[in-house]
């Protein structure tokens, strides 16, 4: 029958020329040179929006788009080049700068604030210290109750972020594995990895038995946070997460914050960068919980 | 006017014709797509990986057992808990209601199908999930019982609805002959009623299955997500990750092209196969007990 054949053949025409749309198929460079894409970490997010609002009210003829999906998200956007501006809560992987560079983008590294990872906990928990390997030791299933630690006799739940938050691959590296690259400690497989900072939040509102870990500007007061010191020995390295303990060196869970930007950064682009390490900017940093790059 | 009236004839004829045929097409679509992005997983991921016991893809552990024991661990509880309540529910409505209490009952178990998932999950978290941890005792709320709980709840509307309507079509004259040989109502509604509203019932439950597998918002907010091995009995109230929950929650950020991505997509295939073996076996039964009352009946 004719109308078979070709109802056959618009089939096939749908399938070809789904295969065929499927990359690049948006171009993303506004003419406007006043215009800035600035695209990933979550953790950032916050930030971002508040740095763009800024430069907005002072540059009102500028437009800037800023949006979230995480630091992957983020890089993978510089590399495909679609953003100008990537922002990132770890550092770009070695094969991230192999595939920008295959595509002829040459990955340029700021850091813009830092951040301290504060391990939080339930207030009704008796625990206040904590090191860095007794963090790993929960966090790898070697302890399971804070009896263990000199806490009451509950088991202890993990909470995480999910895989793809730079905040999880951080403290994986960093606390986990105690930033030591052969050391392949993988997490307890009964962590929770929650999807956001406000599930981790209610969680450890809630739930006496809770260990948690995030962003110190995601930190409220209806939370415990907990020292935490490099070595177990000595009782006055306990120390709680705060801009002077990150600045200073002395809390040991805390990370740059970065911004890539394809090349050095040129016209816009530049300016915009500029005015980041600005006071002005940098104040904004503090304002959000998080800490300022100190440039004197 | 005679003209005018020809017309739209032929228009409506080819709309509803273009209609019928996109179902098909958008359906091979979707298949298709799944398989270009899937099946590289199985060249890049060796086949003994996937049967590994840890899922943590950002060190390359790509286990798919223990993603596949929480859907199919969530996705039974639910029905568990879901199907007699739903089919007493549905038989309640049917058979015994006056017909002013049925006229109140259905609309509202519709109403609760009319609910947004996340809706439901959001309650899961804040108030389920503390009240669980505290009657039962559990280290934590977020866990495969809650997402059961969550999920019974989003599927019941569906298995009731639909075999409160099956029930309602068996004829009236069925009930009669039996209620005219002695049988007693109950034995009537058991014996004579539901197995003549099987294949509906049947549709219904499959609908429910569905709707409880593809679920993805409501056990990514309350099964706490921990990709764990089954511990016995145990398995129940343990956090839990389901492989829907695995894909909303990875795919926004993998990276495009690689064996994460594609691996991802692989669980999307072994899910859609899933549904598919549910709707065969479905389908096969309902017509083999069709034959048989037929056969009956005539």
């Known amino acids: 029958m004719p109308t078979n054949i070709r109802i056959l053949f618009f089939i096939l025409l749908l399938v070809i020329t789904a295969c065929s749309s499927q990359p690049g198929s948006e171009d993303p460079s506004s003419e406007s040179s006043e215009y800035l894409n600035n695209v990933g970490s979550d953790t950032m997010v916050n930030l971002a929006l508040a740095w763009a609002e800024q430069f907005q009210a002072s ?36 094969e991230e700068i192999d595939n920008a560079q295959a595509n002829g983008i040459e990955p340029n590294e700021f850091v813009v604030a830092r951040d301290a990872i504060a391990v939080i906990v339930n207030p009704n928990n008796p625990i206040d ?15 399971n109750n804070w009896q263990e630690l000199g806490g009451d006799d509950r088991p202890i739940v993990r909470l995480s972020r999910e895989t793809n938050s730079g905040t999880h691959v951080y403290f994986l590296e960093e606390v986990l594995r105690l930033g030591d690259k052969e050391n392949k400690t993988l997490f307890s497989t009964d962590t929770l990895l929650l999807p956001s900072s406000e599930v981790i939040g209610t969680e450890i509102r809630h739930n006496p038995n809770a260990i948690g870990y995030d962003g110190l500007g995601y930190v409220t007061d209806d939370m415990k946070v907990i020292a935490v010191s490099a070595t177990s020995t000595d009782p006055s390295a306990y120390i709680y997460p705060s801009p002077e303990s990150v600045n200073d060196g002395s809390y040991p869970i805390a990370r740059d914050l970065f911004m890539y930007t394809a090349g050095p950064p040129a016209g816009f682009v530049q300016q915009y960068m500029e005015w980041i390490f600005s006071p002005e900017a940098q104040n904004t940093v503090t304002e959000l919980g998080f800490v300022p790059i100190i440039s004197q | 006017m005679q003209k005018s009236r020809i017309d739209p004839e032929i228009f409506i004829t080819w709309l509803i014709k273009i209609t019928g ?29 996937f049967f590994q016991q840890r899922w ?43 017909p002013r209490t049925k006229e109140i009952l259905k609309p509202l178990v519709e109403l609760l199908g009319g609910f947004p998932s996340v809706v439901l999950g959001f309650l899961g978290l804040l108030i389920l999930s503390q009240y669980l941890r505290e009657i039962f005792a559990l280290p934590t709320g977020l866990s495969a019982l809650t997402g059961a709980l969550i999920l019974a709840g989003i599927a019941l509307p569906a ?55 593809g679920e993805t918002m409501v056990v990514l907010m309350v099964t706490g997500n921990a990709p764990m091995m089954p511990q016995g009995l145990a398995t129940f109230i343990n956090p839990t990750r389901t492989m ?21 997509f692989f669980i999307g295939i072994v899910l859609f196969i899933i549904a598919l073996i549910v709707n065969v076996s479905a389908s096969t039964f309902v017509f083999r007990r069709k034959k048989r009352s037929d056969r009956i009946l005539s």
């Open chain 1, 129 to 143: 210290i904590l090191s860095l390997e007794q963090l790993s030791d929960i966090y790898s299933g070697k302890i």
């Open chain 2, 56 to 98: 943590y893809p950002i060190e390359d552990y790509f286990g798919l057992l223990p993603l596949l024991v929480g859907s199919v661990i969530v996705t039974v509880g639910a029905l568990i808990i879901a199907v007699p309540l739903g089919l007493l529910t549905a038989i309640y409505i049917a058979e015994v209601a006056s």
């Open chain 1, 59 to 94: 540059n009102p003829q500028s437009n800037l788009s800023i949006s979230g999906g995480g630091s992957g998200t983020g890089i993978a956007s510089l590399i495909n080049g679609t953003t100008d501006i990537a922002n990132a809560s770890r550092k770009i992987k070695s």
């Open chain 2, 159 to 213: 298995i009731v609805s639909i075999s409160e309507d099956a029930l309602d079509t068996v004829p009236r004259s069925y009930r009669d002959a039996s209620l005219a040989l002695g049988a007693t109502e109950w034995q009537t509604i058991w014996w004579v009623t539901l197995p003549a509203a099987k294949s509906g019932v049947l549709t219904a439950i499959m609908l429910g299955i569905g709707r409880a597998i």
């Open chain 2, 21 to 49: 045929y996109s179902a098909i097409v958008f359906v091979f679509l979707i298949f298709y797509f799944l398989l270009s992005e899937g099946i590289p997983a199985i060249r890049e991921v060796s086949f003994s990986e």
């Open chain 2, 244 to 264: 829907t929950a695995t894909i909303a929650a990875e795919m926004g950020e993998v990276a495009n092209g690689s064996t994460h991505y594609h691996v991802l």
